[in-house]
T-cell receptor, first 113, second 112 residues
């Protein structure tokens, strides 16, 4: 089954609320990354957290990583309608395959104005 | 600095035809990855290339699919004798060594 699995599959919130998405994975990783995909477009890199880090912030984004539970969460604070997109976690196991990433199925976030 | 450029954006092929998807990486990036995305699913790794070398093609079907990244010019993903199951969005990403991936907007292949 998938290395990365996001939860929930879909999330609908009002503008100004916070959105939390979770990701679980199965094997040891070098780092975990979160990407956003707007409909019909490519993926945009949001944030990378290394296996020896527990929390990272970037603007309104906060990512946590718990390697003992093999899980990560992405928190978007004070959401905006423009945050509406699909969000994917991706794990990088490192090694000789460069940054070969294994993606989860994604969380579809809808932020209602 | 232009981003990763993929063309065409949309490609329609009849069963049995060949599909050629092109990807020009960002300037200065020598690593290229191809991923496939089926509707409502995440991206699945296909192949990782550096200039003139295939580093990891473990995600690519053994038959009908091939990829190259020549010394000059774009990376090409080639699908011979396409079947309906090949219909998907194909994304290319490029990277300078050990940095995050930069994705193109994809090529949507429809096989009729």
């Amino acid at each position: 089954s998938q290395q990365g699995e996001e939860d929930p599959q879909a999330l609908s919130i009002q503008e100004g609320e916070n959105a939390t998405m979770n990701c679980s994975y199965k094997t040891s990783i070098n780092n975990l990354q979160w990407y956003r995909q707007n409909s019909g477009r490519g993926l945009v890199h949001l944030i990378l957290i290394r296996s020896n880090e527990r929390e990272k912030h970037s603007g309104r984004l906060r990512v946590t990583l718990d390697t003992s539970k093999k899980s990560s969460s992405l928190l978007i604070t004070a959401s905006r309608a423009a945050d509406t997109a699909s969000y994917f976690c991706a794990t990088d196991v490192g090694g000789t395959s460069g940054s070969r990433l294994t993606f989860g199925e994604g969380t579809q976030l809808t932020v209602n104005p | 600095n232009a981003g990763v450029m993929q063309n065409p954006r949309h490609l329609v092929r009849r069963r049995g035809q060949e599909a050629r998807l092109r990807c020009s990486p960002m300037k200065g990036h020598s690593h290229v990855y191809w991923y496939r995305q089926l509707p409502e699913e995440g991206l699945k790794f296909m192949v990782y290339l550096q200039k003139e070398n295939i580093i990891d093609e473990s995600g690519m079907p053994k038959e009908r699919f091939s990829a190259e990244f020549p010394k000059e010019g774009p990376s090409i993903l080639r699908i011979q004798q396409v079947v309906r199951g090949d219909s998907a969005a194909y994304f290319c990403a490029s990277q300078r060594y050990n940095s995050p991936l930069h994705f193109g907007n994809g090529t949507r292949l429809t096989v009729t």
